[in-house]
């Protein structure tokens, strides 16, 4: 049954649509990370942040206490407040909900960013170079959910649920540019020197 589905599925270069979509988003990932146009503000910037006497504070933010990085971690709570508020919206009367969890995720998107920042000091020149489209994706949504949060809470329901729209948007980019900070150069799995799969 499950050879069926998989003859089902389309395979790698089936959708030339998506091919093409994929090409281009990889593209233009690889022209930021091979930019060296603000190497230097970046190291400049990297300093600056390493430089600010956090104490320990900075291994907080970093998830010293965790074995790992916090923001992704922390980045949960905005993303998925802002994500829950999409659905709320297309419910009938559920909209002051929506409202309420737009606000939440602001409010919890200053610790993920915080974070965030902490990691992205420590990154080397490639990684740090989309680290800062990363951040520009993020300002953006924030920018968004804030319009959105000041329309809502005016009774300009129509207008705030497009500007969420919007900041969701903006979020699936800064989330997919994350994504590759954090796995691009890994081995894939079943890839020699990668992580097989052995659960069940």
């Known amino acids: 049954m ?11 270069g089936q959708v030339p649509a998506l091919d093409r979509a994929s090409n281009r988003w990889l593209g233009a990932v690889a022209t930021l990370e091979e930019s060296t146009a603000v190497d230097p503000a970046i ?38 407040c802002w994500l829950s508020a999409a659905v709320l919206d297309t419910v009938p009367g559920a909209h002051r909900y929506a409202t309420v969890l737009t606000a939440v995720g602001l409010v919890g998107g200053a610790p993920a960013a915080a974070a965030g920042w902490a990691d992205w000091a ?4 490639r990684q740090a170079g989309v680290g800062v489209a ?18 809502r809470l005016r009774g300009r329901g129509a207008r705030g649920r497009l500007w969420s729209l919007a900041g969701l948007s903006a979020v699936a980019v800064s989330g997919a540019l994350g994504g590759h900070i954090a796995y ?17």
């Open 43 to 80: 190291r400049t910037l990297q300093r600056g942040i390493r430089a600010l006497p956090l104490g320990p504070l900075r291994g907080l933010l970093r998830g010293e206490p965790l074995g790992h990085p916090a923001h992704p971690m922390l980045v949960e709570v905005p993303m998925g």
């Open 134 to 151: 990363h951040a520009i994706a993020n300002v953006a949504a924030v920018g968004c959910y804030v319009v959105s949060l000041s329309d």
């Open 2 to 12: 499950n050879t069926h589905i998989d003859d089902m599925l389309p395979g790698p």
């Open 184 to 200: 691009a150069g890994r081995p894939e799995p079943g890839a020699p020197g990668g992580a097989t799969h052995t659960g069940p």
């Open 122 to 125: 420590e990154l080397p020149p």
